[in-house]
């Protein structure tokens, strides 16, 4: 599938939220995780980064799928950066290492030069909202999770607000899917008598919401720029790879 409608973004996303749900609640089942019930208080702290999490990802995903340009990857490399600022904006509790945070830098502004050095490809107008849209709305997302955790340490566990927030998400994500207008053809025009396209939707709910689940424990466990640099790792070290 060589590109992804906005409209199978929608949904994707929000499988991912509901497989995340699902696996948080079967892990309280089972007594592995203890969760409280649905904190209005929790999810009015976590409403802007539920809202910006869940915008940014439908337009992560359109993007990775539909924009071959190249643009949207190299915006991505500047997450940690952006993510280092937000930290310091929301005054958040973070380890001040100056030697650190001038190695990222250095590291990033490389990456990202090299990358347009060899030039990208025909930029869709789109991308030029969409790119710096999904950067700024992802670091924002990141950093306030890590300031409701912080906030909360001591009377919330990680799992608690996890919860919280992977239900707001899919309230929201549930909601964007009935006002879209092409919701019915993501259903309709699926090709669902094939095996390679089932497997391919499987793979993408799958692998995703493994990944949100990660960065979003990560934010919430260590810090916003911790699951940056996880969400961002491999696209800020390839550039430096193919130069050895």
Not at 161 to 176: E, K, M, N
Not at 194 to 206: C, D, H, I, K, V
């Amino acid at each position: 599938m060589q590109c992804l409608s906005p409209s199978y973004s929608l949904y994707v996303c929000t499988f991912q939220m509901l497989l995340n749900l699902l696996a948080l609640v079967g892990l309280h089942a089972v007594g592995l995780v203890r969760l409280k019930p649905y904190s209005l208080r929790l999810a009015e702290r976590l409403m802007v980064p539920a809202v910006c999490g869940s915008v940014q990802s439908v337009l992560a995903l359109w993007a990775e799928a539909s924009a071959h340009s190249g643009l949207y990857p190299l915006t991505a490399r500047l997450l940690p950066v952006l993510s280092l600022a937000w930290s310091h904006l929301l005054a958040l509790t973070t380890s001040n290492n100056t030697h650190f945070n001038c190695i990222l830098v250095a590291v990033t502004f490389v990456s990202v030069t090299i990358t347009a050095y060899k030039g990208l490809y025909t930029i869709e107008p789109l991308e030029y909202l969409y790119s710096p849209l999904s950067l700024f709305l992802h670091s924002l997302s990141l950093a306030w999770l890590a300031k409701v955790a912080q906030s909360e340490r001591g009377h919330t566990s990680i799992f608690d607000i996890y919860y919280t927030l992977t239900v707001t998400r899919s309230l929201l994500l549930g909601f964007l899917c009935l006002l879209h207008p092409d919701s019915p053809r993501a259903i309709t025009d699926g090709s669902w008598h094939s095996l390679l396209f089932l497997g391919y939707m499987l793979g993408l709910l799958l692998l995703g919401a493994v990944q949100v689940l990660m960065v979003d424990i990560t934010a919430l466990s260590f810090s916003g720029l911790a699951a940056a640099l996880l969400h961002s790792a491999r696209g800020l070290a390839l550039p430096l790879y193919n130069l050895l």
